[in-house]
């Protein structure tokens, strides 16, 4: 149980155009559900939060008109990157929790590689 | 500015030793503490997490929680070359949030 899926798992985009990425919550439901980034060698940087039904919260220095995240139902929510540039190439990592954060369930990643 | 703070390493032991991971953190008002690991290339998935000051023993894994040094540590017994990973300590600060701020990593490496 407790799984978290992403598609896609990559993806290769030109600079400028958009893309989105989803977050699923396969056996359960998700009261919350996080996107991470994570460069090279770095760590994990928490870029939002969402609850369904609500406007994602975001964290500072992250621009909200860039990331756009949709959080439709308790099982899916997506980030898109608009207009995207070399410099928004990263591991887009969602987690999904039920109740509390050691029932926070990450999903396997997206990497995007923009040209 | 909270932060969480890891070796990056890389910490190389042999097979069977014991693999000891730190991690220090600047909230004192801290919660929560969390061991991931990551293999590259993939998302991390939990270890082990950990609330009170204290041991914390999970098969070959005890956490460690020391809140008045502000610092948490991992202990993995009996290493095994799969152990080899990433590994990022990830922490909850006070006031009900479920935010995880992660540190760095860091890399072992278990030899056969």
Redesign the interface.
């Known amino acids: 149980g407790a799984v978290v899926s992403q598609h896609p798992s990559w993806v290769i985009c030109k600079s400028g155009t958009s893309v989105k990425i989803e977050c699923r919550s396969l056996d359960f439901q998700a009261t919350?559900m996080?996107w991470y980034r994570q460069f090279p060698?770095?760590?994990?940087?928490?870029m939002a939060?969402s609850n369904e039904g609500s406007k994602a919260t975001y964290e500072q220095g992250v621009e909200k008109d860039k990331f756009l995240i949709n959080h439709a139902s308790l099982t899916l929510s997506t980030l898109t990157v608009t207009s995207a540039h070399p410099e928004d190439s990263s591991f887009y990592?969602c987690s999904a929790?039920v109740s509390?954060?050691?029932t926070?369930y990450?999903?396997?990643?997206t990497?995007l590689t923009v040209l | 500015q909270k932060e969480?703070e890891q070796n990056?390493g890389p910490l190389s032991v042999p097979e069977g030793a014991i693999a000891s991971l730190n991690c220090t953190y600047s909230d004192r008002g801290s919660q929560?503490f969390?061991w991931y690991r990551q293999y590259s290339?993939?998302?991390?998935?939990?270890i082990m997490?950990i609330y009170s000051n204290g041991d914390k023993e999970d098969g070959r894994f005890t956490a460690q929680l020391n809140k008045a040094s502000q610092y948490v540590s991992l202990l993995i017994r009996d290493s095994q070359p799969s152990d080899s990973a990433t590994y990022?300590c990830a922490v909850?600060a006070q006031g009900g949030s479920?935010?995880?701020?992660?540190?760095?990593?860091t890399k072992l490496t278990v030899n056969p």
């Open positions: 919350t996080f060698k770095q760590s994990l940087m928490l939060t990592i929790s509390g954060p050691d926070q990450f999903g396997p990643g990497r | 969480v990056s929560s969390f290339g993939k998302s991390p998935e939990l997490f990022l909850i479920e935010k995880l701020v992660f540190g760095k990593g």
